[in-house]
């Protein structure tokens, strides 16, 4: 039997739709009422959220897309290209937290029904769309959804009245993807200033790289070791091992994220002996989801410490994008980039150790 030749290396793929991970459909009612409805929704968010409206040009004689961001209660952006592809629209609305699409032109893996006698034979020719219904708003008039609609919606969907907005509002926070979180040790370092590997030093009782490991499991958390190819026999099972090679830190978080680009990702290197549970614990409960990543500033540099970050799947584009410019600064990425900067109750936690001089500087 002859191999099958595979051209390109099979990577595995993000959980993103059409438009985005946290894409929604409103369908079911005329573009104009639509388009209200969602302009009020997005405003309920205020500036607490990036939301950005897909929808149709009205008034082009051909159609075609427009992108409009509403960023606060005065302000209305609005951004448009000739010509966009499924790939261009991913790319511009990566760092969108919500992207609401008027689904009587376009399709989103989520969708909110209306109840419009209007469009009621519109709704029926779009049936096969209606894959993950979160929601059915009744328009003025109507009491109760279509009974043809029933078998398609089920019986658990909540039906809200069109007013209902800031109950929509709180829907869609419920309703949208909820990350997953894991760990990862940086430990694939050479260790050339302290001479041997550090990530083995015993600080607590127990190498280092263990130590943190056990922390992460008793948080519940899946972790992760960082390592170079000819590491792995060292740690076992559960390494991720450089695939973008000789880029340091950087590498091993892109490593991660092509391991899996639907998790958020708790980076810790093993330079770090200071840092306990506590700390960890303070981080994932500061961790905003929403931001590309949740970060602890360090007064030492003035800056967010890029290797004690939560970094959400977000950044994993902003990542490769950087490094396509020539930047493999993990703190260039943060800086430049909507984060939740964490103050910790001690931010000497952050100290590295990365030779003898170190370590003896914090009495170890």
């Not at 075609?64 to 606060?72: M, R, S």
């Not at 034979?121 to 929601?135: C, D, M, P, Y």
Request: include cysteine; hydrophobic fraction near 40%; charged fraction near 25%.
């Amino acid at each position: 039997m002859t191999k099958k030749h595979e051209k390109h290396t099979k990577l595995k793929k993000p959980a993103i739709g059409f438009y985005g991970r946290n894409e929604l459909a409103f369908v079911g009612a005329p573009c104009g009422l639509i388009q209200k409805y969602v302009e009020r929704l997005i405003l309920s968010f205020g500036d607490t959220k990036n939301v950005v409206y897909v929808d149709a040009d009205h008034g082009a004689k051909e159609g075609g897309i427009a992108f409009a961001t509403f960023q606060d209660k005065i302000s209305h952006k609005r951004f448009e290209k000739k010509d966009v592809n499924d790939f261009d629209l991913k790319f511009l609305l990566n760092d969108q937290d919500f992207i609401f699409v008027n689904g009587n032109h376009f399709q989103a893996n989520k969708q909110v029904v209306f109840i419009h006698p209007e469009k009621e034979a519109s709704l029926k020719k779009r049936i096969g769309q209606l894959t993950e219904v979160i929601a059915v708003v009744l328009a003025e008039g109507m009491d109760k959804p279509f009974d043809w609609l029933e078998d398609t919606i089920g019986t658990e969907v909540k039906i809200l009245k069109i007013e209902d907005v800031a109950y929509m509002h709180t829907l869609v926070l419920e309703k949208m993807t909820q990350v997953p979180l894991k760990a990862l040790i940086l430990s694939g370092g050479k260790s050339t200033r302290m001479g041997f590997d550090k990530t083995t030093i015993n600080y607590h009782g127990k190498p280092q790289r263990e130590y943190l490991a056990d922390i992460f499991d008793k948080l519940g958390v899946e972790t992760f070791f960082s390592c170079r190819a000819d590491q792995v026999s060292e740690f076992g099972e559960n390494t991720i091992t450089d695939k973008f090679l000789n880029l340091g830190p950087y590498g091993a978080i892109l490593s991660a994220f092509q391991t899996d680009p639907d998790a958020a990702w708790l980076v810790l290197a093993s330079d770090m002996p200071l840092i306990q549970m506590q700390e960890i614990e303070f981080l994932i409960q500061k961790r905003n989801s929403f931001k590309t990543a949740t970060a602890c500033f360090n007064p030492e540099t003035n800056f967010p410490d890029p290797l004690f970050t939560i970094w959400e799947p977000k950044a994993y584009l902003s990542l490769l994008s950087y490094l396509t410019l020539g930047y493999s600064c993990p703190r260039k990425v943060l800086i430049n980039s909507e984060i939740e900067l964490v103050q910790l109750p001690d931010p000497k936690v952050l100290a590295n150790v990365n030779s003898q001089e170190d370590k003896a500087a914090l009495g170890l």
